[in-house]
């Protein structure tokens, strides 16, 4: 049975207050719409490309670690701690700097204050149900320790199968709309998968043993994206595995895992944008996972593919929806037998 504290039982919300300090509205990618908007689409497909925003970053940062951190893959053909030890160390300082650069700018020092923070509540400091007793700890390790390692662990046996003609590949200067074409792609695909998985994940029996970790999160944080039970981690990150399969290029495949590796931490910052003295910088958090953890049963997807809207999982923020996914939930749980 899913867990006892469930956000009925936490949200002890008086009738005069409002539930969100910020609300946006929750729209998906118009590249499903009917009928069809070219318009709409051209500039939903490369804005996150071509415009400063987190993945840009991913893109920009991806090129980078490909053309000066990344060994001659000769050295590759063999699993030595001599290079995967580098890429462990360099995945966890990504992981510190964005995600513990986040914290520190929000939720440290209060840069921007409540503005578009979506929940008015602060982090939980303090609890039981927390190792360490203390969120952010408790975050903090489960993301460097286990998720670090989960995401290395799939970076390392791709370069391995790269280095030893396993995994296959091609290159951007012969190919160049192939490497277009899978950065189009590639937000449908993780956003499919991950509906899938999640989906997965909150199947009891998994859910009681693995993705309850997560979800002690209800109140959340930059750190809260990746903590994660390391079942959890291998799961989430598995949508990697279609570059062991499709030929593909490690810029995509890097871009790929910062995407699902240092994304969360933007999609759980819990604040729609990032604010540099009044001044959008760039989005940062989404309503539609916020309304997730707040809910549980509703919304295991993303904006990117429409799965909740066609699974009749959606919640898009309304008291209305609100109603219904707490009666969906109530009547679930009703007919689930006790742990």
């Known amino acids: 049975m899913i867990e006892k504290e469930s956000p009925d039982n936490t949200e002890k919300d008086s009738k005069t207050r409002e539930t969100w300090n910020h609300k946006t509205p929750v729209i998906f990618s118009p590249l499903f719409d009917w009928p069809p908007s070219p318009k709409a689409i051209v500039l939903a497909l490369t804005k996150r490309w071509v415009t400063f925003s987190r993945n840009a970053i991913f893109l920009i940062l991806a090129w980078l670690v490909y053309r000066y951190s990344l060994q001659d ?17 360099r995945n966890f300082l990504l992981m510190s700097v964005i995600a513990g650069g986040l914290h520190l700018y929000l939720f440290t020092f209060r840069a921007q204050g409540k503005q578009l923070k979506y929940d008015a509540r602060e982090q939980l400091e303090k609890s039981g149900k927390f190792s360490f007793r203390n969120q952010v700890w408790d975050n903090i390790f489960w993301s460097l320790a286990s998720g670090v390692t989960a995401w290395t662990a799939y970076e390392v046996f791709y370069l391995w199968g790269l280095a030893n003609d396993i995994v296959p590949t091609f290159a951007i200067a012969e190919h160049p709309f192939v490497f277009i074409a899978w950065l189009l792609v590639l937000p449908v695909l993780t956003s499919s998968h991950f509906y899938l998985a999640h989906r997965l994940l909150h199947w009891p029996p998994l859910y009681k043993r693995v993705h309850r970790l997560h979800h002690r999160n209800i109140q959340i944080g930059p750190w809260s994206g990746m903590s994660m039970h390391p079942v959890e981690h291998v799961i989430y990150i598995s949508s990697a595995l279609i570059h062991f399969i499709v030929p593909s290029h490690p810029v995509i495949l890097l871009v790929h895992l910062y995407s699902r590796c240092l994304g969360p931490a933007f999609s759980h910052a819990g604040f729609e944008k990032l604010l540099v003295k009044d001044t959008s910088v760039f989005e940062a958090a989404d309503f539609h996972h916020q309304l997730h953890h707040r809910f549980f049963e ?11 809207r066609w699974c009749g999982s ?7 929806a609100t109603v219904r996914v707490r009666e969906q939930r109530r009547r679930m749980y009703r007919n689930r037998p006790p742990a």
């Open 314 to 320: 959606f919640h898009d923020g309304s008291d209305e």
């Open 298 to 308: 509703c919304n295991y997807g993303t904006v990117d593919a429409p799965w909740d």
């Open 73 to 89: 893959l000769s050295h590759m053909k063999s699993l030595s701690v001599d290079w995967i030890i580098p890429i462990f160390l």
